[in-house]
Structure formats: structure tokens, C-alpha cells
């Protein structure tokens, strides 16, 4: 790693108050035991490696076939593969963007037109409070328990416009269940708060596959859900995030959206389409079987070593957290980082404390089995050297 990106990237504190997760997820690009970011970087599968082979005639797709039928095809294929059967077809209200980020750019702009104050889960991906925040929106935390178990507190959604859940969370894997969902969508509607989720992670677990839009519809609360395919299929970052919304959001998101983006490539439609149906004919249960496997090999390298535990054990996610009782989790960090491993400490998902994310460190499992079994075993080295 030259010292060139590191000046760039500016993290001499990594995970301190000045450095955010995709700065250090930048500092383990070249490496070849980058366990830090949560991109799908795995081998193709068979399947999927077929497609690529069949890239040429998706270009000529793209080139001949009006983008809106490949933009229909994509959405239809993406959703029935992850069970969202009742998401709206209708034009515009699946707004295609180049990552999910930029649809979260467009949301939060949108919000901050009439919302002053979020709701945001905690801990969750620090770019989704810093775009929330970079919007001019104060973010209230809401914290995983109280969130997944009994109702919101009146006084929270009399005071934020808004309420924002990652589901499955990243870094916990955590899920919101249909009752726990409904409940919410109930309780948003009754006090006019717009009700947000980011399902990027779906993909990898079918308890958040059943169909949320059936639930978001019935309950008449203002939604919006930011969907994504780039954390599922190792294409080399061609992917595609998606802002769908309600007809009656109420908020500028189509205009927002002409404000920064014409549309995406037809060609990444095309991919999309191919890819999701790879993934109803097999391809996910491959994925989710992949997954697991990476997920037990981790705990089992890690078993035995005092003080180090896993504090997520039903997550299905393509991310790992791991905690060292007596070693910060940017302790764990510089000591890999002799060993050209990148994991990274969770600091930054505790966007409203950090001092709580100090004793763990997340582990992407979306990669190759034998550079991942590598950089474990460098892990457990280096933890049981302590
Ligand atoms: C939950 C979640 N949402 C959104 C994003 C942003 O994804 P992208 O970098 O593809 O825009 C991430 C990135 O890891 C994430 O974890």
C-alpha cells in the first residue's frame, strides 16, 4: 500500500472522530486480503460466469432495445427473486441510481425539504448518518433493541419526521420481522412520519424476504426503501441501487433524481435481469450456503481464544463482527495490517458513539474462500499473541 493513498485518504486516527468506514475500506482496495468493505468480491459462480461470457450480446441488447423495457425487466426480475411481489411497477416509482448511496443522496435531500430531525438506527453504515446529516437533518439514534421490541415511544415520533432502518442491519444482521414491520408502518402512519428502509442486505437472508411492500402499502404510511444489487454478485461494482417510494411520499424524490441522473446504463439493466434470474433458478441458495460456510469456517477459527466471541450469532449478512474483550477493535486493526490483512473496526457504525463499537471489528464474508481462510488464520495469529 503506497503512502500516496494513505495521504489521500487522510486516516491517521482510522475510526476516530475524523475517519469514516469507506476511508478505511479505501486504504484495503489493493490488498489481497481486503476483508474490510461489504462489496461482493467472491469468485463467479458458474452460473453467473456465464453471463459474463454472454456480456457482448447484453451490449447489443442495450444498444437495440428501448431502455424503459430493460428498465421493466430488470425491477421485475430483481423483486420476484427477493419476494417482493406487490413493489410498484408503475413508471418512476423505482428510481434507478449507479449505488445505493446516490438514491440515499436523493432521499435525504428530498427529506431535508420538509423534515428537520431522523430517527436512525444504531448502530448502522456511517455514510447513511453522514448523508442524512450532510443534508442539514439532525439524526436522533435508535438503538436495535428497543427498536425490535416493544412500540416506538410517542415522544420520538412526535419529535423526528422521519424513522430510518437498515434491515438486515449492517454490521448486526439484524432483521426486522413482517410483525415488527407492520407494528411500525402502523405507528409511522398515525403520527404523518415517513417510514425509510435500506434492504440492501436482503439478499442474503430470506427473513427479510417476505414482501415488505405488501406491508408498507396496507398501512397507508408514507415510505420510502433503498434497494440494492451491489452487495450480492461479485460484477465488479457494475450495480445498481434503487429508490422506491409511495405514491404518497410527498416528497420531491423524482425531481431530486432529474436533478443528478438521467438514468442508468442499459447495459447494467440487462445485467441485472440476467443476474436476478440467476439467482431465482438457484442462485441465491448457492449464495446463502456460501455465506454460511465463510460464516462457520470464521467462528471456528476463532473458537477457544479467551475473550474473543461473536455478538451476532443469527446473522445470515455477508459481514461478521467480531469482539476482543481486551484489545480495541483499531488495535486489532494496525496489527492485521502488518500482515496486509484489512478488516475494520466498528467504531464508525456507532455514528452517535463511537466509544461503542471500540471492541469489535467486522469481517466481510463476500470473498474467495482461500484469501478469506487466510486472512482468519492471520486474525487468530495475531489475537493469540496477545
Ligand atoms: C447498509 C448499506 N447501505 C448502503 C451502502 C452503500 O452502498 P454503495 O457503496 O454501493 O453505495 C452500504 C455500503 O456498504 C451499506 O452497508
Request: aromatic content about 6%.
Amino acid at each position: 500500500m503506497s503512502g500516496m493513498l494513505r495521504d489521500k485518504t487522510d486516516v491517521r486516527a482510522p475510526g476516530g472522530d475524523s475517519g469514516n468506514l469507506t476511508q478505511l475500506e479505501f486504504l484495503a482496495l489493493n490488498s489481497e486480503f481486503n476483508i474490510a468493505d461489504g462489496h461482493a468480491r467472491q469468485a463467479l459462480t458458474a452460473g453467473q460466469s456465464k453471463i459474463v461470457e454472454d456480456l457482448p450480446l447484453l451490449f447489443a441488447e442495450g444498444e437495440k432495445r428501448p431502455v424503459e423495457e430493460l428498465e421493466t425487466e430488470a425491477h421485475a426480475a430483481f423483486f420476484t427473486a427477493l419476494g417482493q411481489h406487490s413493489y410498484p411497477a408503475t413508471p418512476g416509482r423505482v428510481l434507478s441510481c449507479y449505488s445505493s448511496s446516490v438514491a440515499m443522496e436523493i432521499l435525504s435531500r428530498a427529506l431535508a425539504e420538509t423534515v428537520e430531525s431522523v430517527a436512525l438506527v444504531h448502530p448502522t453504515f456511517d455514510n447513511i448518518a453522514d448523508l442524512l446529516r450532510g443534508n442539514g437533518l439532525k439524526l436522533v439514534p435508535l438503538e436495535e433493541d428497543p427498536l425490535h421490541g416493544a412500540d416506538l415511544d410517542p415522544a420520538l415520533l412526535k419529535s423526528v419526521g422521519c424513522v430510518f432502518i437498515t434491515t438486515p442491519n449492517n454490521p448486526t444482521g439484524r432483521v426486522v420481522s413482517k410483525e415488527r414491520l407492520t407494528r411500525l408502518a402502523e405507528q409511522c402512519a398515525e403520527y404523518g412520519v415517513v417510514l425509510a428502509l435500506d434492504t440492501c442486505f436482503r439478499g442474503f437472508d430470506t427473513r427479510a424476504q417476505y414482501d415488505h411492500y405488501e406491508v408498507l402499502n396496507a398501512s397507508g404510511v408514507r415510505w420510502a426503501v433503498i434497494e440494492d444489487t451491489g452487495k450480492l454478485w461479485p460484477t465488479l461494482d457494475l450495480k445498481v441501487g434503487m429508490l422506491v417510494h409511495a405514491e404518497n411520499l410527498g416528497l420531491p424524490v423524482e425531481k431530486i433524481y432529474s436533478d443528478i441522473l438521467l438514468g442508468v446504463s442499459p447495459l447494467l439493466l440487462a445485467m441485472v435481469r440476467r443476474f436476478s434470474e440467476d439467482a431465482a433458478n438457484g442462485g441465491l441458495e448457492d449464495l446463502h450456503r456460501f455465506i454460511a460456510g465463510h460464516r462457520a469456517m470464521v467462528r471456528a477459527e476463532l473458537a477457544g481464544l479467551p475473550g474473543v466471541s461473536v455478538p451476532d450469532p443469527d446473522s445470515r449478512a455477508s459481514v461478521e463482527r467480531v469482539r476482543i474483550d481486551d484489545l480495541t477493535g483499531t488495535q486489532v486493526w494496525a496489527l492485521l495490517r502488518e500482515h496486509n490483512v484489512y478488516a475494520l473496526p466498528c467504531r464508525p457504525f456507532h455514528w452517535a458513539d463511537h466509544s461503542q463499537g471500540d471492541h469489535t471489528l467486522r469481517l466481510a464474508l463476500a470473498r474467495s474462500t482461500d484469501p478469506l481462510t487466510r486472512s482468519v488464520r492471520a486474525l487468530r495469529h495475531v489475537l493469540s499473541s496477545r
